[in-house]
């Protein structure tokens, strides 16, 4: 059972005793202690029974579709409803739907978000919707689209050819919406490759997926990359969602010899807590994939946790017996719970999970 802490002050209050609260240890390593003190909240899911999106959806004129991955859960100001983005893949490539909710459990296919880009444009062979710009990256706030120029934005993750599972070298692209459900690029180009002057040879493979984060009004993108068959985290900054720098001292998240991350640190999703950020991610070690977690005082400088918060193969029935990876976490106001959709691939095959904080009914 995950025991949610009562209000902010109190992990503030955990910080001070631990001294973390100094500005001045900003670019510092964070202590073993304060990583366990801060992770507790995040230990001790109960699962829910089955998919909540199944390997093979049934969506309505995509029948195709036989994996599902990368959920990302956001709301609409004004609208009670959840919504969810993932991705289908149909043996060509990747395409992100959309699917909405009023429990968080129950989810209804609405049809595709945004498809394939253009024939011989970066991001034709598929599209990975799930970086939105938020009101606000508090970790329990609610996870509503924010406006910017009288667009809802998306950073994204592309694959430049149809015809396989992710077939190198991804890239990186922005899109936007009018109504937060249907999305179009908003640039021709991609924001990253890894054919700019400024990609590093840690990412020099491939790019994958982005996740955005506006802080100070600037523009923090997160993201992973492989140089041959390890991933590992690094960032980019804008000021203006379109044009996009590397941080000098890429990669911010490092694979780690022997552990659970030693070959993917990945698909980082990041949040603000009281007086540091959470970074959730998944790392490929041991045996499988696991839910991770780091922290970190700047955005720059993180310290992951040596355990997984969450291990592969901890379902009772199998559902992620091979890998689990990929979250989204929300918190829901109303039951006090906290929710995790993550990837998870079992016995069942590759469709969409759920652990809370909290048990949920069964329907």
């Known amino acids: 059972m995950i025991t949610r802490l009562p209000a902010c002050f109190v992990l503030i209050g955990v910080s001070l005793l631990y001294g973390n609260a100094n500005p001045a240890q900003a670019g510092t390593p964070i202590d073993e202690t304060t990583v366990e003190a801060w992770s507790k909240k995040f230990l001790g899911w109960h699962y829910y029974h089955q998919h909540v999106i199944a390997s093979k959806p049934g969506i309505k004129g995509f029948e195709d579709v036989r994996m599902v991955d990368v959920p990302t859960v956001f709301q609409l100001a004004g609208d009670r409803q959840w919504y969810m983005t993932f991705i289908g893949f149909d043996g060509k ?49 609610p996870r509503v689209l924010k406006k910017h120029d009288g667009k809802y934005w998306s950073l994204y993750g ?35 490759s890894v054919h700019q002057p400024d990609c590093g040879k840690w990412e020099q493979s491939c790019i994958y997926q982005p996740w955005l ?7 923090y993108n997160f993201y992973n990359a492989a140089n041959g068959k390890i991933e590992q ?4 900054l804008s000021d203006n969602l379109l ?10 998240l490092k ?34 994939a696991h ?27 199998g559902l992620d017996k091979k890998y689990a990876h990929k979250i989204s976490l929300v918190f829901n106001p109303q039951n006090k719970t906290y929710y995790m959709f993550y990837n998870a691939v079992g016995k069942h095959g590759r469709g969409l999970g759920l652990l809370t904080s909290r ?5």
């Open 359 to 363: 048990p949920v009914s069964k329907p």
């Open 255 to 288: 694979n780690r010899p022997g552990g659970f991350d030693e070959k993917f640190c990945s698909d980082g999703k990041v949040f603000h807590d009281c007086d540091h950020w959470v970074m959730f991610y998944f790392g490929v070690g041991r045996g499988g």
């Open 213 to 219: 984060v506006e802080h100070e009004s600037r523009y």
């Open 233 to 236: 985290l690094g960032l980019a």
């Open 291 to 317: 839910i991770m977690v780091a922290y970190s005082r700047d955005l720059l400088h993180w310290t992951a946790r040596k355990e997984p918060l969450y291990r592969a193969g901890g379902h009772p029935l």
């Open 93 to 141: 490539g990747y395409q992100s739907f959309l699917a909405t909710s009023d429990d968080l459990v129950h989810w209804k296919q609405l049809g595709l978000a945004m498809g394939y880009g253009p024939k011989d444009r970066f991001d034709h062979g598929g599209v990975v919707l799930g970086a939105y710009l938020y009101e606000s990256y508090d970790l329990d706030a």
């Open 158 to 192: 592309a694959y430049p050819r149809q015809g396989g599972y992710e077939l190198r070298p991804g890239y990186e692209g922005v899109a936007v919406s009018v109504d937060g459900k249907k999305w179009q690029s908003a640039k021709d180009t991609p924001i990253l």
């Open 243 to 252: 044009d996009w720098k590397r941080y000098a001292n890429n990669p911010v």
